[in-house]
């Protein structure tokens, strides 16, 4: 017995000292960080959460502040610097004033920049007020005219003349969140459901596999507008939200469901979780301690891809007005104000401001999904 | 069925005079470059496979054996890469080809990969792809090497799929790997490989998978097939019985080098390097272990990352040498009628 | 008056293959079929066996893993307890797998890749005897070293160990809560050679140390006759052999077992001369239920084997299950 163990300490010796171990966790991000694109898209997503928290203090303007002289006004370019009258160049960010023209013939209106009439433009400049993150009373901004009484469109108005960029801006914050809310109610539907079927079989498997093939057979887009159309209109704002909510994450939890079934499938006959019932363990502490974790990582590579669909179908329900409501400012209810021919030839800012971002979010979602799907597995090839 | 009549070699180590080798692999190393280090799983290989025998590789996980063998056919999978050495294989016609140095994709590999050497493995299911009819997956191989038609390759396989023992070739040919079972998936395999009359049978673990009983028919049906196709086999192993009941010539192999090399008898009974010893004495034997205990082998194999320096195995070696072992490998050299690599016998090292 | 730890009797474990729309089974499969045996206390007891004999099936209904259809365990522990396994349930059984533990075969999914090893080797004390912190990492520690392991490689993951070196937590987490009985499912058969003597060695010096008694399930059967006292040869859920090592190995009565035996590849090459060589033919798929099960393979096959099936006789010391036992 002692020269075994002498003989294999000695072994581990050379084992340990030289070779580094690394855990499990360590496995899946070193894996993670090959994935280049990933590991950007994740920078770009973690940017845009960082938007959508700090979204008053990034937009310039008041995003309710309607004014009728810059309806449709197109986006303002920024210049550099300012020649003098003397002939001298005097570096100052600013863009022009902008003159509204009526055109009689063709009956239309035409912005046109007035050279003479600067609008200093700065960071952290004194706006209009707000609660940063919903606590502290702030009126500072990130870049803006540096007198408060002025305002700049730098990516055009709308129809009421508001701020395209600011209503942007803090679009993110209601179709990001609504995709993370979605995502976590998802999650614990999908994982119960999906739990109980894979780990008891049975007929309760087979109910509940029934029950999803049921709902995946209706077609979404009645199912959502009978369900929207079930919201009083009297409800405030955040209820719509949350029951908007609600009916979106009912697309993600169904491939959730069927993911972690096959995932406890696979795993109850694994021995280490034979092992476990053995060692005393009961159901829900086999489930909790070696099930789970072990398919944790496969889990929040899902969710990261399911939420780009809750994104994109919070925009869709919006866009066809069964979803949010103006004066609540998403993505979704961005584009329903592009929903006409005049706009998209008149102003085409209104419909390309906020795609560009909803495909930016989308993609980048993707991206990371990938990537954190990729590393889930570090033992794969 | 007949048993090969076992015929000690005439000068053991040495081709018998006129005896050109089929492949000779010297020096050949094969390292795999990962994240965490260079593993180097083959570390200078010296072999001669010749015609007509049957050679057993015998080592344990870890060894390289099966890496050599997929050096010799050039597929092995990044990040591995032969890094030196040479595998010169003499073709009918008299041309040698240095397998080491060709590019794997190219015509020269290819055509020799399948036709003049072939390979089965350990998982039958990992080389008979799934969703094809193994009849037509052998009339595939036998297209792509010979020139036939459709009908005369159909012909052949069904043949193949007799010869190497089926039962109702002509029905089990548009069956799927699935239906069959592993006995039966291995030897379809084993139809597969020769049904283009290789020169060389690579076998690696054949047996391991299956039972004992299954196993044994396999082993004789290699045998059979060696005589009348005239071809060699390097059969790929970790049982000794297995070496024991099929080999003319063994090569142990250790952490990426052959430490003791050849014909069988001399290896098995008077085995020279202390890890074939060793290793003849830890497996039980039935009717033979009277002791209560096996005398094991001590310690465990290192690390492929942290390999000691000088010969591998000094680490559970019984009559290492201090001051002798840690500074050099040594070079597999002939002693008596083996070729062995310790310095109990030699102060060759692998640098001279 | 032998002492008996574990005394199966009649057992049955069919699995229904085909089933209907609505789970109607079709056909069944029968994995053990009337299976008796007695183990004595302190010896190592061998079931030997093929692909689909159902040795593994057996290790599985002995732990109750799997529940049987039919048939009965009896288990007497030292401290006095005699309780039929079969009928045991929930808490009953928790607590009788303190006494009876198991051993895997593969190294690599026996263990979980993300638990520490002395979360391993300890969860059972975790449950049994409410240990945590400290006391538990004492107590594995223990163990650890017991088993040939550094103590200090506890806070490890598994794939920080050799597959050996695995096979030894295996070890350690089946003794964490001091048995009497361990079932060892093809503990050795993913282990290379060298270290399989390493690990025999083991077990053995384990099982003086602690009084154990091993149920040693493999298909390697020169490890089997260096290990076991008693050897039960199982052929398509039945046991066609059952008799002491020395009987079985010396003097095989079963058709089965000859051929099993002199199928066994010996490590001498001499050996090749003189050896005689049972060929079976391939294994059928088909089984007539009601017939000797190996009749269809056997070269002394006869019509009553075909139509009856056997009873099992005692000759010399063995149980064989075969019309001519002794005779052949």
């Known amino acids: 017995m002692t020269e075994t ?71 303002q370019r920024i210049y550099l610097f300012v020649d003098g009258e003397d002939g001298t160049r005097r570096f100052q960010i600013h863009a022009r004033g902008v003159k509204m023209e009526l055109d009689r013939v ?11 009439k600067i609008v200093p433009l700065g960071f952290f400049v004194r706006g209009y007020e707000y609660k940063l993150l919903g606590l502290i009373p702030m009126n500072v901004h990130l870049f803006g005219p540096t007198n408060p009484r002025e305002t700049v469109y730098l990516l055009g108005a709308d129809r009421l003349g508001r701020d395209v960029l600011s209503r942007i801006i803090l679009g993110t914050r209601v179709s990001m969140s609504i995709g993370l809310v979605g995502v976590a109610v998802s999650l614990v539907i999908g994982v119960l459901l999906g739990g109980l079927s894979g780990y008891y079989g049975g007929w ?88 789970v974790p072990a398919f944790m990582s496969h889990i929040i590579a899902s969710l990261t891809l399911a939420v780009p669909l809750m994104i994109l179908a919070e925009t869709s329900l919006s866009f066809l007005g069964i979803g949010l409501q103006p004066p609540q400012v998403s993505w979704g209810t961005l584009l329903k104000e592009a929903q006409n021919i005049r706009s998209i030839i008149e102003a085409p800012w209104l419909l390309i401001a906020p795609g560009t971002m909803i495909v930016v979010a989308v993609l980048t979602l993707n991206f990371l999904g990938d990537g954190l799907r990729d590393a889930a597995d570090p033992h794969a090839q | 069925m007949t048993q090969p009549t076992p015929t000690p070699s005439s000068a053991p180590g040495t081709a018998p005079a006129g005896e050109t080798p089929l492949v000779e692999i010297a020096g050949l190393k094969t390292h795999f470059f990962t994240e965490d280090g260079v593993v180097k799983a083959v570390d200078g290989v010296d072999l001669t496979i010749r015609p007509n025998r049957t050679l057993c590789i015998l080592g344990e996980s870890g060894c390289g054996k099966s890496i050599m063998a997929r050096s010799i056919l050039r597929i092995v999978d990044a990040p591995g890469r032969i890094v030196d050495g040479s595998i010169v294989y003499r073709a009918e016609d008299g041309r040698s080809v240095d397998l080491a140095k060709a590019r794997p994709t190219s015509r020269e590999v290819r055509q020799i990969r399948g036709k003049d050497i072939a390979m089965i493995f350990q998982e ?98 290699i045998a059979d097939l060696k005589d009348e196709f005239d071809m060699s086999v390097m059969l790929i192993t970790h049982d000794l019985g297995v070496v024991a009941e099929v080999a003319e010539e063994v090569a142990v192999m250790y952490m990426g080098r052959v430490v003791e090399e050849g014909d069988v008898y001399s290896v098995f009974e008077n085995p020279q390097h202390p890890y074939t010893r060793a290793l003849l004495k830890s497996v039980p034997r039935i009717g033979v272990t009277t002791a209560a205990r096996l005398p094991a082998i001590e310690g465990m194999v290192p690390h492929p990352l942290a390999r000691p320096s000088g010969c591998p195995f000094r680490t559970r070696c019984e009559s290492v040498i201090e001051g002798v072992c840690s500074k050099a490998q040594p070079a597999l050299v002939p002693v008596g009628p083996t070729k062995v690599a310790c310095f109990l016998h030699s102060d060759a090292t692998t640098d001279d | 008056m032998t002492d008996i730890i574990l005394s199966v009797r009649y057992l049955d474990m069919h699995f229904p293959t085909s089933s209907g729309f609505f789970g109607k ?23 030997v066996g093929e692909s689909g004999s159902g040795k593994t099936t057996l290790g599985r209904c002995i732990m109750r893993i799997l529940k049987p259809g039919r048939g009965s365990i009896h288990f007497t522990g030292s401290d006095g307890r005699d309780l039929d396994l079969t009928g045991a349930d929930g808490a009953e059984l928790r607590s009788v797998w303190r006494d009876i533990r198991m051993i895997f075969q593969d190294p690599q999914s026996s263990l979980n890749p993300r638990l520490p090893v002395v979360e391993i080797v300890g969860q059972s004390l975790r449950k049994a005897e409410k ?69 025999l060695n083991l077990m053995q010096d384990l099982q003086e140390q602690y009084a154990l008694t091993y149920i040693f399930i493999a298909h390697d059967l020169a490890v089997v006759e260096h290990i076991c006292d008693t050897v039960a040869v199982m052929y398509l859920g039945q046991i066609v052999e059952l008799a002491d090592k020395g009987e079985l190995f010396n003097n095989p009565k079963h058709p089965y077992t000859r051929a099993l035996l002199s199928a066994v590849p010996v490590p001498d090459p001499r050996a090749r001369e003189t050896r005689k060589r049972v060929r079976l033919p391939p294994r059928e798929d088909a089984v007539v239920a009601s017939a000797c099960r190996f009749a269809p393979r056997c070269p002394h096959a006869t019509d009553l084997c075909r139509t009856q099936a056997p009873p ?14 002794g005779e052949v």
């Open chain 1, 5 to 75: 163990r002498t003989a294999s300490d000695a072994a581990t010796d050379e084992f340990d000292d030289t070779v580094r171990i690394l855990g499990p966790w360590a496995l899946v991000w070193r894996k993670f960080r090959r994935h280049r694109l990933a590991m950007w898209s994740g920078v770009v997503v973690i940017l845009i959460y960082l938007i959508a928290a700090f979204g008053e203090f990034l937009a310039p303007v008041q995003i309710h502040e309607t004014s009728v002289r810059n309806t449709f006004q197109p986006p």
């Open chain 1, 106 to 116: 063709a009956l239309r209106r035409t912005f046109v920049e007035d050279e003479s």
């Open chain 1, 204 to 291: 309760i498997d087979g109910l509940i596999q029934r029950f999803i093939e049921f709902i995946r057979s209706v077609p979404t887009i009645p199912l959502w507008m009978g369900l929207a159309a079930a919201i009083p209109l009297d409800w405030p704002p955040l209820q719509t939200y949350f029951v908007v909510t609600v009916i979106v994450s009912m697309i993600g939890w169904t491939s959730l469901a069927r993911e972690v079934r096959g995932k406890f499938l696979s795993l109850r006959n694994e021995d280490y979780i034979v092992a476990a019932r053995l060692d005393g363990l009961s159901d829900g502490e086999v489930i909790r301690k070696h099930m």
């Open chain 2, 124 to 221: 039958p299911m990992s080389s008979l792809g799934p969703i094809q009819k193994i009849g037509h997956q052998i009339v595939e191989t036998i297209l792509l090497h010979r020139r036939m038609s459709k009908a005369e390759a159909k012909r052949t396989a069904i043949e193949m799929l007799d010869r190497v023992g089926i039962p109702n070739p002509a029905q089990r040919f548009e069956a799927y790997p699935f239906e069959l079972s592993g006995g039966m998936r291995q030897r379809a395999m084993i139809a597969m490989a020769l049904s283009c009359q290789p020169r060389l049978l690579i076998a690696d673990e054949p047996t391991t998978a299956l039972d004992v009983t299954t196993q044994a028919q396999i082993l004789d049906l």
């Open chain 3, 25 to 47: 089974t079709k056909s069944t499969v029968r994995a053990v079929d009337n299976v008796s045996l007695d183990v004595r206390r302190g010896s190592t007891f061998g079931i």
């Open chain 3, 131 to 199: 240990l945590g912190g400290r006391e538990l990492s004492d107590r594995v520690a223990a163990l650890l070293r017991q088993v040939g392991l550094r103590p200090e490689m506890m806070q490890r993951y598994p794939d920080a160990f050799s597959g050996g070196q695995r096979q030894r937590i295996g070890i350690a987490r089946a003794l964490a809560t001091n048995p009497q009985l361990i079932v060892a499912d093809e503990a050795v058969s993913a282990l290379d050679v060298s270290i399989q003597a390493q690990t």
């Open chain 3, 312 to 325: 099992s006789r005692q000759v010399g010391g063995a149980d064989v299950l075969c019309h001519y036992a």
